[in-house]
C-alpha cells in the first residue's frame, strides 16, 4: 500500500522526489521515427503529482516524438479506485490507467474493463519482465497489466548519528537487528524504533517481509491466495518473531500506546525531525518524508536492507501496475513504449523511479540510493515478492478499521497472544475471500 | 451542520408578528397560530393545476431523491454485494452477526443513551445559569459558534485537543500539570538495570541483589537506558568508589554505556558518567532502613558507622518515577466517550438556547405563586421550572437523538485510523461498506435499518403537526 | 443545581433567542439576606460559567493558533507555548494553502455548491410553501403530511441508489450531481419551514391581491416574498451553512476534481500528525466563512436551527 501522493501536498514530495534524483538528466527519447500515430490522441491517468507526474509526463513524450500522438495525463487524486469506477460506468474510461494494487486490476479484469495486452505490449512485457512480474499483471493467465513503477518495500531507515552514538552498525540478520542493535540502541538511551501503528498498512509491510523472509516465498503465495488458513503455524511464528520487536514497549517510541497511535509520516518525523527513535521501517518513499522533517537522504537519513528472519533477507515491493481500458489505436503501442527499458531508463535517470524491468540496468539510476536499491530487486531475482496486502480483497488488507490493519494493529496493542490473533485474522479473510 | 433538519415550529417566527427586520423566534410554547386559518383559499383561490406547477419541481426533487431512494433501498437490500444474487433477509442477518456492525450497533446504542441526556442536562444548566449572568448573551454566542462551523473542523479541533502526548495535546497536558504537581517525575525515568549486573527492580526504583556489608567490597550499581543529553548538566565521570573503611559502605550508581560504544559491561569505563543526586538507602535483614544518603556528582556514594550486618543498597523510586503520560484519549476504551464530549462541544448550544427560549415562556407568576407559598429555589425548579419546560426538554432530547443516530462526521473525523474499528456506528458503517468494499447490498441494508429506527421519530412527528393543526 | 436557582435574573422577557438579560436584575423582590447569598451564588455561577466559556473557546482557539506555527513547531510542542515565544507565529502555512491549486480549487469547489444549492433551495422550497399554505387542490393535506415525515428520513438512504443513478446518467463525481442532491434533501425542511411561515400570513392581506385580480406568480412576488422575507433569511442562511460545511455527500458524490474543502480536507487526516500545517489552517480558513455568517446574522441562524428541532 502506497500512501504518500497525498492530495494536498504534491509541491511537499515533488521538492523531495527532486532530492532524490542527484541530477537531472534530460528524458533520451529515441529520435523521431515517421510518427505512424500522427494526430492519434491518448489518455493516461495515474496518482503521480508533482514532480513524480513531470517526470512521468517527459517519459510520455518521448512517446509523442517517437509517433506523433497526442498523449494526456489526467492525476486521479488518491484514491484511483473511486476515480476510475465511474469513468468505467459512464463508458468513458482512460486508454490507459496505473492501478496501485493487483487487487484492482482483478476485479476491473473480472468486469470486463481492461484489454489484454497484444502486440507490442505482450512482446514488451515477454521481453523484459521475468516470471514473477509478468504473472503479477495477469488473470486467468490473460496478460493485463505491466508493474511499471515500483516501491521497495525491504529497507529500514534509520539515523546513523544515533547509531554512531551507540556503536552498533547497521544488522544484517533480525535476529542481531533485535537482539543487539535495537537493545545496545536501548542501553544507550535511544528508542530504537518509531512506529506507525496509527496507518494499518504499515504493520501489514511488516509482516509481510516477516513472513517472506520466514516461511519462504511458496508460502507467501499460498497465504496470499488464502490456500493455506491464517492459523498456519508459519503465520503464528511470524507473529512471535514480530513481537519481539512489538512486545517490547519500550523500543518503541512513545511506548505501545504512541506506537497505535502514530501515523504514517510522523514516525518519519519522530525519526528524522524529532529525533525520538533511531529507526522507522518503511519503503522507498520515506526519503520524501525524511528529506522533509529535515534529514538529508544518502547522509542524515539512510537505509539498510531488511534483515533476514530466515535464510534470505526479503524482498516485498509495491507499484503501480500499467493497464490498457480501451481498445483506441495507439494503446498497445504506448503500454509496449511505456514497458520498454528504453523508456524506464529515461525515468530512472529522472530520479524518484524504481523499475522492476530487468533490462534496466543499475547505473541507469541517478542516485547510488536508488542503484542499490534496484540491485536487491535483480539479486531476489524469482524471489521477490508483491505487497501481500495490495494483493488480498481489498476488504482484507487495505481498508481501515478492518481486516489484517485492525487485527495487525490490535496486535501491536498486545502481542500477548499470536495464536489468536491468527484466528482474528483468518476469520477475517473468510468474510473477505 | 446538521443534515436532514427537522421540522421548524408550527407557528414560524411569524406568529409573534413582528416586522419583517425582527421576526422573533418561534417561541417553543408557542401553539399555531389562531385567526389566520392557513389555506383557506376560498372561492378566489387559483385552480388545481397551478398548485400543480407551483410544486411540480419540489414534487420532482421529493420522488428522486427520497421516496425512489427508500424504495431503491428496500428492494436492494435483498440482493448480495454485486446486485446479481437474490439474497433475501440475509443481509439483515449478517448485519447482526458480522462482528464489526456488531459493535456499529453496540456504540450506536451508547450514544443513543448517553449523549442525548448528556446534551440536554447541559443545555438545561446553561439556560438557568445564564439567567444570572449579565453577559448571557456572549455566553450564548460563544456555546452557540460550534453549530456554525462544519463537524469536521469540530472534529479537526478535538484532534488536537485529544493528542495522546502532553507535549502537543490540550487536555493530556492539563492533566499531567497537576498529576506532576502532585508526584513529580524523577530525573532518570528512563534508566533500566544493565542486564547481568545483579540490579533489580524494587517498587519502582532498583536494588543490588547481592547484599553488603560494612567494610566489604564495594556496591557497584550499574544503570543503562538513559541518554547521555538527558544527564544533569553537573554529572561528572563516574568514580570507582573507594575501598571501604570499617563501618562504612561505598559504591557509585553510574551510567554504564560508553557514548560511540566500547567499554566493559558492569565496569566504571573513563568515558561513563555518574548519576548525581540519586537517592541511596541501607536496608537491614529486617526490612529497615538503617541510613540513607545521595550520591555524588561522580555517582559516588558512602554510609559511614553503619552497624556490621548484611545490608540490601536501594535506589529511591522517586528518581526513576516515569512522568506521566496522560490518558489515552483516542485508545479503544475511550474513544467513543472521547467522541462524545466532542458532540456535546457541538450541541449543547443548540440545547441551551431551545432551553433558554423555553425557560422565558414560562410564565412569571406561576414561580411566584410558588415562592409566596413558602417554596425553595430548588422546589421551584423541580416543581414548577421543569414541569413546564418538559415539552421543550423532550423536543430537545428528540432532536437529539436522531441526530444521534445518524452520527458520522465526528467519529469518522475523530477516530484514528487504529481505532476507527472500536468508534464504528451505524453511518460510518454504512458509508464504509457501501463505498469502502463496494457491498451496497449490505449498505442498503444498513440504510433501511437507520430508516427504521427513525420511524418512530417520524410518527412522534406527524402525530404532533396533525395536534397542532386541527 | 443551587438551591437559589434563578432568584438573581428572572428569564428574559422576550422570546429573542439570545435574550438581553438586561434590566432583569431586582425585579424580584428579595430579602436582604437572600440579596446576600445570591450575591455570593452569583460570584460562583460567574466564575463557572467563565470556566464553561473557556472550554468552549480554548479549543478553536488552539486550531487557529497551531494554524499559525510552523510543522516543527506543532510536531515538538503545544499550542499553548506560543505565549512564552510569540515570535514562533507564521503566516506560512495560510501561504502555502493560498499557493497550493488544490485547496484553493477545493475553495471554489466548495462555493460553487453552495451557492446554486441554497438558492434552489429556497426558490423551490418558495413556491412549495405557497402552494401548500394559500392553494387549495385534492389531496394538499396528506401531501403535507408526507413532506413531514420525510423530515427526519437519513440521507444513508439515498447514498447507494442516487450513487448508481449518477453514474447511469453521468453526472457522479460532478458539482451538478453534488448540488442536487443537496436540493433534494434540504427540500423537506425548506417547505415545511415556509409553508408554515407563510400560512401565518394574514389572509385579508392574500385575498385583498386576489380581489385586485392579482395573478398568483404576482401575488407570490408582491405579497408573499416580501412579507415572507425573515422566514426566507433564516432558511437561507441554514441552507448556506448546512451545504457549505457537508462531508458526507460530498465524500460519496464529489470527485477529486470537485471536491470542496471538507472532502479535501478530510484526505489529510489519515496523517493528521504529519498534515496538521495543512489541516489546522485549511480548518480555520472552511471556518471563516461559516462563522462570519453566524456572527452577522446570529439571529436568523439561531432561529433556522430552533426551527430544525422537532416540534
Not at chain 3, 438586561?22 to 460567574?46: C, F, I, P
Not at chain 3, 488552539?62 to 510552523?70: D, E, N, P, Q, T
Not at chain 3, 447507494?160 to 427540500?187: D, E, N
Amino acid at each position: 500500500m502506497t500512501e504518500h501522493a497525498w492530495r494536498l501536498r504534491g509541491a511537499a514530495v515533488a521538492a523531495a522526489g527532486a532530492l532524490l534524483a542527484a541530477g537531472c538528466a534530460p528524458g533520451g527519447g529515441g529520435a523521431p521515427n515517421g510518427g505512424d500515430l500522427q494526430g492519434v490522441q491518448l489518455k493516461v491517468a495515474a496518482k503521480w503529482t508533482g514532480v513524480e507526474q513531470d517526470n512521468f509526463v517527459e517519459v510520455l513524450s518521448g512517446f509523442e516524438e517517437q509517433t506523433g500522438a497526442t498523449v494526456e495525463y489526467e492525476p486521479t487524486g488518491e484514491d484511483t479506485g473511486a476515480y476510475l469506477g465511474p469513468k468505467i460506468e459512464a463508458g468513458e474510461p482512460p486508454d490507459v490507467a496505473l492501478l496501485p494494487q493487483p487487487g484492482l486490476l482483478e476485479e476491473y479484469a473480472a468486469q470486463d474493463a481492461l484489454v489484454p495486452l497484444s502486440g507490442d505490449a505482450a512482446a514488451a512485457l515477454e521481453e523484459n519482465y521475468t516470471g514473477y512480474w509478468s504473472d503479477l499483471g495477469s488473470v486467468d493467465g490473460e496478460a493485463y497489466g505491466i508493474l511499471l513503477k515500483a516501491a521497495h518495500k525491504s529497507i529500514i531507515w534509520y539515523r546513523p548519528e544515533a547509531f554512531d552514538a551507540a556503536g552498533v552498525q547497521p544488522p544484517k540478520t533480525w535476529d542481531d537487528m533485535v537482539g543487539t542493535t535495537a537493545s545496545t540502541l536501548s542501553d544507550a538511551g535511544e528508542t530504537p524504533f518509531a512506529m506507525c501503528g496509527a496507518s494499518g498498512w504499515t504493520l501489514t509491510d511488516w509482516f509481510e517481509n516477516v513472513y517472506l523472509s520466514q516461511a519462504g516465498p511458496e508460502k507467501y503465495d499460498r497465504l496470499t491466495a488464502h490456500e493455506i488458513p491464517w492459523t498456519d503455524p508459519s503465520v503464528v511464528d511470524a507473529l512471535e518473531t514480530m513481537a519481539e520487536v512489538w512486545g517490547e514497549g519500550d523500543y518503541m517510541a512513545g511506548g505501545t500506546d504512541g506506537a497505535v497511535q502514530t501515523d504514517f509520516p510522523t514516525c518519519v518525523t519522530q525519526v528524522y525531525g524529532q529525533q525520538e527513535a533511531a529507526m522507522v521501517y518503511e519503503a522507498d518513499f520515506v526519503a520524501a518524508s525524511a528529506a522533509e522533517a529535515g534529514a538529508t537522504v544518502g547522509e542524515t537519513a539512510q537505509a539498510f536492507p531488511f534483515p533476514a528472519v530466515g535464510d534470505a533477507a526479503p524482498v516485498v515491493v509495491g507499484g503501480d501496475i500499467a493497464v490498457a481500458m480501451s481498445e483506441n489505436e495507439g494503446t498497445q503501442e504506448l503500454l509496449a513504449y511505456l514497458a520498454s527499458a528504453e523508456a524506464q531508463t529515461t525515468w530512472a535517470g529522472l530520479g524518484g523511479y524504481l523499475s522492476a524491468n530487468s533490462q534496466v540496468q543499475p547505473d541507469a539510476y541517478a542516485d547510488d540510493f536508488t542503484r542499490q536499491l534496484s540491485q536487491t530487486v535483480l539479486d531476489a531475482g524469482e524471489d521477490v515478492r508483491y505487497d501481500m496486502s495490495d494483493q488480498v480483497p481489498s476488504q482484507f488488507g487495505a481498508t481501515e478499521g478492518r481486516g489484517m490493519w485492525a487485527v495487525l494493529q490490535d496486535f501491536l496493542r498486545d502481542p500477548g497472544d499470536p495464536e489468536a490473533t491468527a484466528q482474528d485474522l483468518e476469520d477475517a479473510a473468510q468474510e473477505a475471500y | 451542520m446538521a443534515h436532514t433538519p427537522q421540522p421548524p415550529d408550527a407557528g414560524g417566527g411569524a406568529t409573534t408578528e413582528h416586522g419583517p427586520a425582527d421576526p422573533g423566534p418561534p417561541g417553543p410554547g408557542e401553539n399555531a397560530p389562531e385567526g389566520h386559518e392557513p389555506g383557506r383559499a376560498g372561492a378566489l383561490g387559483p385552480p388545481s393545476w397551478m398548485a400543480l406547477a407551483f410544486l411540480l419541481p419540489a414534487l420532482l426533487f421529493l420522488g428522486a431523491y427520497m421516496l425512489y431512494p427508500i424504495g431503491f433501498s428496500v428492494y436492494r437490500s435483498l440482493w448480495d454485494a454485486p446486485g446479481t444474487t437474490f439474497v433475501g433477509l440475509d443481509n439483515y442477518v449478517r448485519m447482526f452477526t458480522n462482528p464489526p456492525t456488531f459493535v456499529a450497533l453496540r456504540n450506536n446504542v451508547v450514544w443513543v443513551v448517553v449523549a442525548p441526556v448528556v446534551v440536554t442536562v447541559a443545555g438545561l444548566v446553561f439556560a438557568v445559569l445564564t439567567e444570572r449572568i449579565r453577559w448571557a448573551t456572549a455566553f450564548k454566542l460563544v456555546v452557540f459558534m460550534p453549530m456554525a462551523v462544519s463537524f469536521l473542523a469540530s472534529g479537526v479541533i478535538f484532534r488536537l485537543v485529544y493528542e495522546q502526548d502532553p507535549e502537543r495535546g490540550l487536555a493530556n497536558a492539563v492533566i499531567t500539570t497537576v498529576q506532576d504537581t502532585v508526584a513529580p517525575a524523577g530525573d532518570f525515568p528512563d534508566a533500566s538495570p544493565r542486564e547481568g549486573s545483579g540490579v533489580e527492580p524494587a517498587d519502582g526504583g532498583y536494588r543490588l541483589a547481592a547484599q553488603v556489608s560494612p567494610g566489604g567490597e564495594p556496591a557497584l550499581v550499574p544503570l543503562v537506558g538513559i541518554a547521555a543529553d538527558d544527564l544533569p548538566a553537573s554529572a561528572e565521570p563516574a568514580a570507582e568508589p573507594g575501598a571501604a573503611a570499617d563501618g562504612a559502605v561505598t559504591g557509585t550508581v553510574w551510567l554504564d554505556f560508553t557514548p560511540g560504544g566500547g567499554g566493559a559491561e558492569g565496569a566504571v569505563d573513563p568515558e561513563e558518567r555518574g548519576l548525581p543526586g540519586v537517592g541511596v538507602r541501607l536496608v537491614d535483614d529486617g526490612g529497615a532502613t538503617a541510613a540513607t544518603t545521595e550520591t555524588a556528582d561522580d555517582g559516588t556514594f558512602s554510609f559511614e558507622g553503619v552497624a556490621d550486618g548484611a545490608y540490601t543498597v536501594e535506589l529511591d523510586p522517586r528518581d526513576f518515577t516515569e512522568p506521566y503520560g496522560g490518558v489515552t484519549w483516542l485508545g479503544p476504551t475511550l474513544v467513543t466517550p472521547a467522541i462524545i464530549g466532542a458532540y456535546l462541544w457541538v450541541w449543547a448550544g443548540f440545547a441551551m438556547v431551545l432551553i433558554a427560549a423555553g425557560l422565558s415562556a414560562i410564565p412569571r407568576d406561576a414561580l411566584e405563586a410558588a415562592r409566596v407559598d413558602g417554596a425553595t429555589e430548588w422546589q421551584v425548579f423541580r416543581r414548577v421550572t421543569v414541569p413546564l419546560l418538559s415539552p421543550v426538554l423532550m423536543v430537545v432530547f428528540v432532536t437529539l437523538m436522531i441526530y444521534v443516530l445518524k452520527i458520522f462526521d465526528l467519529v469518522f473525523v475523530i477516530a484514528p485510523g487504529s481505532v476507527q474499528a472500536d468508534a464504528n456506528v451505524l453511518a460510518v458503517e454504512m458509508w464504509r461498506v457501501a463505498f469502502g468494499a463496494n457491498d451496497q447490498g449490505m449498505g442498503s441494508a444498513l440504510a433501511v435499518f437507520l430508516l427504521v429506527l427513525v420511524v418512530p421519530a417520524m410518527v412522534f412527528q406527524i402525530r404532533r403537526f396533525r395536534r397542532e393543526n386541527s | 443545581m443551587s438551591d437559589d436557582a434563578a432568584t438573581t435574573a428572572p428569564p428574559g422577557a422576550g422570546p429573542d433567542p439570545l435574550p438581553d438579560p438586561d434590566g432583569a436584575e431586582g425585579a424580584l423582590r428579595r430579602s436582604a439576606a437572600a440579596r446576600a447569598a445570591a450575591r455570593l451564588g452569583s460570584g460562583a455561577v460567574q466564575l463557572l460559567l467563565v470556566l464553561i466559556a473557556l472550554f468552549w473557546l480554548v479549543p478553536t482557539l488552539g486550531l487557529f493558533v497551531s494554524s499559525l506555527r510552523a510543522p516543527a513547531d506543532n510536531a515538538s510542542s503545544g499550542w499553548w507555548t506560543v505565549l512564552a515565544r510569540p515570535a514562533e507565529l507564521t503566516l506560512e502555512n495560510y501561504a502555502g494553502l493560498l499557493d497550493n491549486p488544490a485547496f484553493v480549487g477545493s475553495f471554489w469547489n466548495t462555493v460553487l455548491i453552495t451557492v446554486p444549492a441554497t438558492l434552489l433551495i429556497v426558490v423551490i422550497a418558495s413556491l412549495a410553501g405557497y402552494a401548500f399554505a394559500w392553494m387549495e387542490f385534492p389531496g394538499r393535506d396528506w401531501l403535507f403530511l408526507g413532506v413531514v415525515g420525510l423530515l427526519v428520513v437519513p440521507i444513508q438512504v439515498a447514498l447507494v441508489p442516487i450513487a448508481q443513478l449518477y453514474g447511469g446518467a453521468g453526472i457522479y463525481g460532478s458539482i451538478a450531481g453534488v448540488v442536487l442532491f443537496h436540493v433534494g434533501f434540504g427540500l423537506p425542511f425548506a417547505i415545511f419551514l415556509l409553508r408554515n411561515f407563510f400560512a401565518a400570513i394574514p389572509r385579508d392581506l392574500l385575498e385583498a391581491a386576489r380581489m385586485d385580480g392579482g395573478r398568483e406568480l404576482t401575488i407570490f412576488r408582491r405579497v408573499i416574498l416580501p412579507l415572507g422575507g425573515p422566514a426566507i433569511a433564516s432558511l437561507t442562511i441554514f441552507q448556506f451553512l448546512w451545504v457549505w460545511n457537508d462531508l458526507l455527500v460530498a465524500l460519496v458524490f464529489a470527485d477529486a476534481a470537485n471536491q470542496p474543502m471538507t472532502k479535501a480536507l478530510q484526505a489529510e487526516m489519515r496523517q493528521f500528525g504529519a498534515n496538521i500545517d495543512v489541516i489546522s489552517s485549511g480548518a480555520f480558513i472552511s471556518m471563516v466563512v461559516p462563522l462570519v455568517v453566524f456572527f452577522a446574522f446570529q439571529r436568523y441562524f439561531v432561529q433556522g436551527v430552533m426551527a430544525g428541532a422537532v416540534k
